[in-house]
Antibody
Framework: QVQLQESGPGLVKPSGTLSLTCAVS?????????WSWVRQPPGKGLEWIGE???????NYNPSLKSRVTISVDKSKNQFSLKLSSVTAADTAVYYC???????????????????WGKGTTVTVSS | QSVLTQPPSVSGAPGQRVTISCTGS?????????VHWYQQLPGTAPKLLIY???NRPSGVPDRFSGSKSGTSASLAITGLQAEDEADYYC?????????FGTGTKVTVL
């Protein structure tokens, strides 16, 4: 089955750029799924960051859009997150997730995160 | 700030039934977008619990059930067990992006 593994620096300096990669194993990133990033600040809830399709199409959370770039590398079966101009508020556990989908009879498409990585902690501090 | 509101905590004794509400608005749940639920055990990644309002992925016990009505959704846990102690999040769609609920901590007394 599909497994996801996040990797990247655990410490980033304020005003710097956070860079993470999510490696996909057990399946192809070129499947008919979107691939998302979600974060969780310490002791707080989940926040969706953005998503990418293997074609390179992206969607971002409006609250982060000006600072976020998500890219895909099909040759390595992985996708990446860059978050610029980070502050202490960006300290969080960052998860990557596969976006599953369904089209119920007579209904709208719906999308949910059906496979998650274990998460990686990123601290923003000097 | 999340656009989907959940109670911060609910609790129940083993064997009891608890419900968690997820209140949205006309731009998300009320617009017809489906609701999904995730369970997050302490120190672990979220796990898909319910999708499409009421569907359980393979392996999820039928003690967990979901429903949706109007601008709200609910997750019910019947026959509460100690292993159900976790944080639970609802998720839907709003203004071209995914949104999560504020999260609910379930405590088994």
């Amino acid at each position: 089955q599909v497994q996801l593994q996040e990797s990247g620096p655990g410490l980033v300096k304020p005003s710097g750029t956070l860079s993470l990669t999510c490696a996909v194993s057990g399946g192809s990133i070129s499947s008919s799924n979107w691939w998302s990033w979600v974060r969780q600040p310490p002791g707080k809830g989940l926040e969706w960051i953005g998503e990418i399709y293997h074609s390179g199409s992206t969607n971002y959370n409006p609250s982060l859009k000006s600072r976020v770039t998500i890219s895909v590398d099909k040759s390595k079966n992985q996708f990446s997150l860059k978050l610029s101009s980070v502050t202490a508020a960006d300290t969080a556990v960052y998860y990557c997730a596969r976006v599953g989908w369904e089209l119920p009879p007579g209904g709208l498409y719906y999308y949910y995160m059906d496979v998650w990585g274990k998460g990686t902690t990123v601290t923003v501090s000097s | 700030q999340s656009v989907l509101t959940q109670p911060p905590s609910v609790s129940g004794a083993p064997g009891q039934r608890v419900t968690i509400s997820c209140t949205g608005s006309s731009s998300n749940i009320g617009a017809g977008y489906d609701v999904h639920w995730y369970q997050q055990l302490p120190g672990t990644a979220p796990k898909l619990l319910i999708y499409g309002n009421s569907n359980r992925p393979s392996g999820v016990p039928d003690r967990f059930s979901g429903s949706k009505s109007g601008t709200s959704a609910s997750l019910a846990i019947t026959g509460l067990q100690a292993e159900d102690e976790a944080d639970y999040y609802c998720q839907s769609y709003d203004s071209n992006h995914y949104v999560f609920g504020t999260g609910t901590k379930v405590t088994v007394l």
